[in-house]
C-alpha cells in the first residue's frame, strides 16, 4: 500500500485539492451572480488545468518509478478529492442558493460507474506486474 | 546499390540488437563488484567499446526498478567529496537471475557450431 502512495501522487493530490477549491469558489460565485459564461469557462479552466496536472506528475511518476497502474491511481485521487470537497461545500454553507447537493450525488454516482470500470481494467493489467511494476517495462 | 543501404541496414539492425541490453550490462557491471552509478556508466561505455552508450537519467531508473523488485540492492559510503555515494550491488535472487539468463541465453554463442558460425 506504501509504494502505491508515492510522494509524486501526494503532490498531484495536493494540486488537485488546490484546484478544485478554486474552482467551487468560481462556480458557486458565478451561480450566484448568474453568470452563465463564467460558470463555463470555470469548468473549462477547470478541466484544462486539471490535465496539465495530471500530465506533469503522471509523467514525473513514471520516469521515478512506474508503479501499476498510474492512471487508476490518479484517477482515484481524483475523484476523492474533488467529491469529498463537493460535499463538504455544501456542508459548510459555501455553496450557491441556486445549487442542490442531489447534483453533486448524481455527479459522483455516475463518475463511480466509470471509475469502476477503470478499476475493473486496473485489476485485468495487475495480473502482468510484478511487484506492480509493468512485466514488459522492467528490463531495458 | 546493396553497397549503398549497408550501413543504413547495420545501424538499424544494431539499433534493434541493443534494445533490451542495458539490463545484461548494468548486471555485468555489478557482478564485477559494488558500484556507484558513474562507475556503472564507465564500466558499461568501456566495456563495450562504447557500442553501449547510457544516460546517468536512464541508468538511475533502472536502478530504482531493480531495487524495488529485489534484484539490486545498495548501500551508502563515504564518496571523496561531497554527500554519500549509492553503492550498488546484485542480491542474492538477482545473482541467481543474471546466471539463468547467461545459461539460457549466452552460453549457446560458445557452443563450438555456433563459434564457428561466428568466425
Redo the contacts between chains.
Sequence with gaps: MK?LITPNLLKFTLATIILTIIFRIGLSTSITNKMTLAVILCSVFYGILMWFNGNYFGRKEY????IYDIGFRFHLSTFLAHNLISILWFVFAFESKYENIKIIYITTLIWSAFLIIHMIYYLSVRKSS??N?DKKD??? | MAKNILPDLLSSWEETYKKGQLTLWIFLALKDGQKYVDEIKEFIESKSKNTINCEEQSLYRNLRKYEHIDVVSFENKKGNKGPDRKYYFLTEIGTELLEKFIERNIKLFFSTEINNLLK
Design positions: 509504494t520516469e521515478y518509478l512506474p510484478i511487484k511494476l522492467l528490463f531495458e
